[in-house]
Structures are given as C-alpha cells and as structure tokens.
C-alpha cells in the first residue's frame, strides 16, 4: 500500500500506534526497568518482596490477559480496505453516500470466521463462515454482517442459544470440538425442518472454502433501502469473488486442519503481504415495496433465497483488501461488529431473525469488550465525530469537556444538540397487530427451496452432498435421530433420502408427503465417499 492509499480511518489509527523498536523498557507508569529476569528478593537465595512493583505489575497484566472469546464466531482472521462504489445509480433509491458517490473511498474493516470453533480451532472445518464488514463512512459505522452462505438454519432469534447449543461441543464433555458429526446438531435438525434448507448448503462444498479470497458473502436478511422521500426498497446484499469461487475437498480439508490449522489465515495474510489484494463484487437484489408479496416464500423469512431468475443481481461496487492489523487481538479480536450499526439510508425489516440479532450483538459485547465503552477502542471508532451526553463507565477514553452531560442544557455554550430532520430517521412502517407467540403460515414452508437447491447442483456436487451427510450422519449414535433426519430429506428429494439411509445403515424411506418436484437423480457413483477418518 502506498502513501496515497491511506484511508482516513489508517490516520485516525496513527493516534493509537506505538512504535517500541530502539525504546527502553519502562512499567505501565513509565519507570524505567533495570532488570526484567530476575524479581526482588530477600538475600539471593530468598523469598520475592512485595515491594517488587515491576514483578507484581507485569504478572497481573499477564494474569488478565485473556478476554471472553466470542460466543459463536469465535476463530476469526480479518484485514483493513475500502469500498468504492461504481456510479450513483442507487441514488434514488437510497441516501447512504457511501453506496451512490462514484469515486468515494469508504475505509472497511472485514473479518472472517468459522462459527462453531473455538478462537484455537482448525480453520478448514465444515462449517458457516462469517463475513462481517464494518464500513467506515462519513456519516457513521455502517456493518454489514452476514456470512458465506445466503440462508441461516432458524428463522425466529429466540431459537438462537437452543441452536448454538445444539452446535457447539457437549457440556457434559466437551466433545466435538468444531465439527458437525454430532448428536446434538442433528437432533435439532431433525426436531426443527426449518434447517433443512442451510443443512443443504452446509452438507455441500461451500462449507469448505479453499480461501476467504474465494468465498461469496451475503448479508442474508432482506434489509431495506430508503431514499430522501422516505420511500424504502428491499434489498438483499451479496459479496462475490473477483477470484471466484472455490472449495477444497472433503479429504483435503482433514489433512490440512492437520497440517495447517491457519490455512485460511496464513492465505489471507500472505496474499495480503504480497500484495495479491483480494476483491469482491457488491451486488444488491432489489424488491419494491409493493412487490413484498409477490414470492410464494416471505422476503422476512431468513430461511429462503430470492432465486436471481426472479430477481437479477445489480452491480454497486467493489471491496478491496489490502492492510494487514498490526496487531491481532486490538484489531481482529476487539472488533465488534453490529447488525444495528446503520447509517441514513438503510433500514431493517420485520424478518424475526434479525429483531433478534439487533438486541443480541450489542448485549454480548458489553460482557465481551468490558462495558459500554468499547466503541471507543480504535478499530471500532468511527471516522464520523461523535459526540452525545454519554459519561463515564470502565474504560473511559475521552475526555468530554464541561459541566452540563444532559440535554437540553443551557450552560456550557449548550451541547451536542439533535439534527432535526438531518440525522438518522427511522423507516415509518405502519405496524398493526395484536401481540401474538406465533408464526405467520407465509414462514411454513421448510423444503421447497431445499429442493431447488439439490436441483441446481451438478452430479459431483450432489456425490459430495451425499457423502457429507453419510459421513456426519452416520456418525450420531442415536438411530432415531438419523430416522428424523433422513424424513426430512425425503421432503427435499426421495432418492437423496435413500441414498443417505443406505450410506448409514438406516431404513430407507417411502414416498415423501409430497412428489419431490426435481428432476429425477441419476445413479450417483458415490465414488467421493470420503475416507473415514475418525
Ligand atoms: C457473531 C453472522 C445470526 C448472535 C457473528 C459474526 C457473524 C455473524 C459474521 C462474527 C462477527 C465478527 O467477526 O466479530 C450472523 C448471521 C446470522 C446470525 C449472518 C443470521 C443471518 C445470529 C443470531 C444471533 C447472533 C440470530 C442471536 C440472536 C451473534 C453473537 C455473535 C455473533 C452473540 C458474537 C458477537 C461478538 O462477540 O462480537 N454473527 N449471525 N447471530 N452473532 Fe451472529
């Protein structure tokens, strides 16, 4: 990266960049150290003191050294760019600058991640990958946080910690670590179809990217657009590789988490050494409002695709990464992306599964990051001013000078003072409904889009597909729950539910509840079926 290239946000982090090459070691007060080796005694034989202020010092800073590590997630690997959008043709339908001025360099912040791992974990498991991106615009931090594959497993929020248990290692034993040959995922599954779908996508290859630079990403929920009239537009947000996309295969996969557990890191962060800028494509999938019911799925439900037959993808820019942090954990691990971080000019929607998101990323990094001040740590500040009657609480950096920190307030030359029509204005949805524990009937279908999928993959795809459930399936030691599953997809494909059940040693299936409307499976030669190496 040249000089030229240094984003707004690269002088802002100047501030915090400490450069300790040629320095004397001192303690957090500054003290010069004379000796770092040996700690104070009483005689050279003797016990340590206490007034050994540098020993004491230095074990508790090593002492507290560990923060918790993200709840899901958790094993990430991120890098600084921009976004540059291509022209302004979305000025009509949004006021977000960032995506409508040609030219404007927006500086960005992504991180990538497995979902299920620990922060120690293998990076090419099968498994979601995150692809959360904090856009530093001028009017503020928008995120957008999505991951690697377009649908997710549940459609309400409240399902969330029952599915991330069901996910993560057992409690009784803490087995398996990241790895989706497990009872207690596949007893959700079978227990919840609406899975089916996501369990499709994560059975095929996409949950095995060769490189993050090769990867899709999707903001997944339908967001909305909305203009300087106040009129809103759906709109579903896509990443796409410049470099294309790629997958390793299964047995690949297990000997490189043996031999290299970074390997997806090492790629990003070498590429990124070398100069090998990785890039995608900002695509938006677009819906009037008025067509919000025109799909035979619901645009809010989290579960569904909107098929780009229906409707096309639309160009808007491209993402460029091309720093490396300086350092990992002030970086990558304190990043903290939010689902409710939007700027003017997008907006939510009513889809469930993102009203539970926008309580639950906000609550975690409270615990997470140590208190409400964590939008202060350098990579989450915006470029954006900042200024409100927030005070005080751990970790306060900011000095707000003054005596008045309410408002309105008449002292102090008065204080940050709202925009009145200029700041960020809610959509003004008309919202009419009796508080109700209940889904709408429009959320029902759990198969449809899963055969669709099935349908769209080519013999090799459908052979890995096939080998990846009989591999994880057959895995679960409780029958009943490889039954369940294989019922499910006997509604996505008849002959896939038969061709898992004879791979596992189950009964096969009868006719599904209803004919399975794809085209009819040739005889796969299942000559993929992966080696077993458990
Ligand atoms: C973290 C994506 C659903 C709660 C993340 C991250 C991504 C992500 C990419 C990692 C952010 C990072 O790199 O720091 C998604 C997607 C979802 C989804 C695409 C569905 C479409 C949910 C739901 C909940 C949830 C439904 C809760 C109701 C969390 C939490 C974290 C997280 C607590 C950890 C955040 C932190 O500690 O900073 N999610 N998620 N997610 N997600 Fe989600």
Redesign the pocket.
Known sequence: MTSDDRTAKDRQLDAARVDKRDSVLTTDQGIPVDDTDNSLKAGERGPTIMDDFHFREKVTHFDHERIPE????AR?S?AYGYFEPYDDSLATLTKARFLTTPGLRTPVFV???T?AGSRGSADTVRDVR???TKFYTEEGNYDL???NMPV?F?QD??K??DFVHAVKPEPDNEIPQASSAHDTLWDFVQLQPETTHMMMWLMSDRALPRSFRMMQG????TFRLVNEEGVGTFVKFHWTPKLGKRSLVWDETQKIAGKDPDFNRRDLWESIEMGAYPEWELGVQLVPEEDEFAFDFDLLD?TKIIPEERVPLRPVGRLVLNRNPDNFFAETEQ????LANVVPGIDFTNDP??Q??L???L???LI??GGPNFPQIPVNRPIAAVHNYHRDAYHQMRIDKGEAAYHPNSLDGGGPTPADGAGYQHYQEKVDGWKIKKRSESFADHYGQATLFWNSMSDWEREHIVAAFRFELGKVKARHVQEGVVRNLNEVDHDLAVLVAEGIGVEPPGAPSRPNHGRSSPALSMDHEPADTI
């Open positions: 993200r709840v899901v997630h990430g991120g991180r990538f991640s979902v995150g692809f959360a946080v999505g991951n997710f549940i929020g409240v969330f910690p999707f903001g997944v929920h989290a990043v903290a992306f939010h599964l993102l539970g998101r309580f639950s990323y609550d975690t990094q997470r990051l």
